[in-house]
T-cell receptor, first 112, second 115 residues
């Protein structure tokens, strides 16, 4: 039972353009959402997060949008750079329960 | 920059052998987590500690798996009688103690290959 779903396995964008990575969830108890970036042979690196009381959080080139009614969040990267090429994981957690539930990830390729 | 460290980075073992992995969290973090990641999947939760107390274990953590955090600092994850299905990346993460809106920071992982 996949509670966090990243339905597109890969995305390819041109350098300088916007990358939009999508994530859907089914558990309405999730109240905190995170995006991680992962390079091969390394652990996931925290990128940006958002709590359920907000609908947008921005950090430099990265913006996360949350649509609670649709149980959907998205990560926007503007402008995309070749160094952004990696696997991106969406993750969620519930209140005092500290464990993260991850999606399967999406591979982003940014073409020069 | 003292992030989360894990040792060893790679481990190759024969089926039936026991293996032990170590994780050193960020020093001021009281919470420590273990996850497992297999090819094509996101990390899956195994267990977590607050200080030395193991507060939750996933059903993925069979009887062959045991985790400890004896002094509330580093943690070890032991797998007894390894099976080929145990081959995976084992990830450790840590986070601050208070509140619920804190990010988990991951180490580089230990890649286990069971032959």
């Amino acid at each position: 039972d996949q509670q966090v779903k990243q339905n597109s396995p890969s995305l390819s964008v041109q350098e300088g353009r916007i990358s939009i990575l999508n994530c859907d969830y089914t558990n309405s108890m999730f109240d905190y959402f995170l995006w991680y970036k992962k390079y091969p042979a390394e652990g996931p690196t925290f990128l940006i997060s958002i709590s359920s009381i907000k609908d947008k959080n921005e950090d430099g080139r990265f913006t996360v949008f949350l649509n609670k009614s649709a149980k959907h969040l998205s990560l926007h990267i503007v402008p995309s750079q070749p160094g952004d090429s990696a696997v991106y994981f969406c993750a969620a957690k519930t209140g005092a329960n500290s464990k993260l539930t991850f999606g399967k990830g999406i591979t982003l390729s940014v073409r020069p | 920059d003292t992030g989360v460290s894990q040792d060893p980075r790679h481990k190759i073992t024969k089926r039936g052998q026991n293996v032990t992995f170590r994780c050193d969290p960020i020093s001021e973090h009281n919470r420590l987590y273990w996850y497992r990641q297999t090819l094509g999947q996101g990390p899956e939760f195994l267990t977590y500690f607050q200080n030395e107390a193991q507060l939750e274990k996933s059903r993925l953590l069979s009887d062959r798996f045991s985790a400890e955090r004896p002094k509330g600092s580093f943690s070890t994850l032991e797998i007894q009688r390894t099976e080929q299905g145990d081959s995976a990346m084992y990830l450790c993460a840590s986070s601050q103690n208070s509140g619920r809106f804190y990010e988990q920071y991951f180490g580089p992982g230990t890649r286990l290959t069971v032959t």
